[in-house]
């Protein structure tokens, strides 16, 4: 199976500007979740989505934003970036059907915001 | 879910065993612990994950003794591809808001 596949890679904004960013999870996977990574903060959980519908949210300001569509691909979004939305967003896959949990995680999209 | 506390950094040499050593005082009952490794500029990979005494896949041992207060993720015979940071989770099983602490560097040197 293909792993979990993140567009674009590599992305550059201004302040104020929004963004969307895409995350495909492995085929059969309906969980998709996504985390922001910086060297201040480490791994954060953002949000959760499972069957369209977000299950879990994390500490983060609403102009940080998802969806998930009926074919499990998952979208997030920021809208007025700051310089501090600068990191690398990572987004993860899950079987509910594997007791651990395990997730597998893509790439992620680097973004830098000047 | 429970706070865990784990070495900043570890140096080891090639073909040594490398131990990491979590603390999690407050681990709840029907909490695991999994145990993720993250290259730079990759996202994390899922190692080993286990709830009591000893777990062991083909890339690592699990070592949770009875108390669960603490755990030690073993790997044998490191080489210089296993330099990475290792991150030591708490939680329910298949939870899927993972919280990640600082995590552990390790450095393998040849």
């Known amino acids: 199976k293909a792993g979990v596949t993140q567009t674009p890679r590599y992305l550059i904004k201004t302040r104020g500007q929004q963004v969307t960013l895409s995350c495909s999870p492995i085929s059969g996977h309906r969980s998709v979740s996504w985390y922001q990574q910086t060297p201040g903060q480490g791994l954060q959980f953002l949000f959760e989505y499972f069957s369209e519908t977000q299950r879990n949210k994390g500490n983060f300001p609403g102009r940080f934003s998802g969806r998930q569509f009926s074919n499990s691909r998952s979208e997030m979004n920021v809208s007025t970036l700051e310089l501090g939305d600068s990191a690398l967003y990572l987004c993860a896959s899950s079987d509910p059907g594997l007791a651990n949990g395990e997730q597998f995680f893509g790439p992620g999209t680097r973004l830098t915001v000047l | ?110």
């Open chain 2, 1 to 110: 879910l429970a706070k865990t506390t784990q070495p900043i950094s570890m140096d080891s040499y090639e073909g040594q065993e490398v131990n990491i050593t979590c603390s999690h005082n407050n681990i709840a009952t029907n909490d695991y612990i999994t145990w993720y490794q993250q290259f730079p500029s990759q996202g994390p990979r899922f190692i080993i994950q286990g709830y009591k005494t000893k777990v062991t896949n083909e890339v690592a041992s699990l070592f949770i003794p009875a108390d669960r207060k603490s755990s030690t993720l073993s790997l044998p015979r490191v080489s210089l591809s296993d330099t990475a940071v290792y991150y030591c989770l708490v939680g329910e099983a298949a939870g899927n808001k993972l919280t990640f602490g600082g995590g552990t560097r390790v450095l393998v040197k040849p």
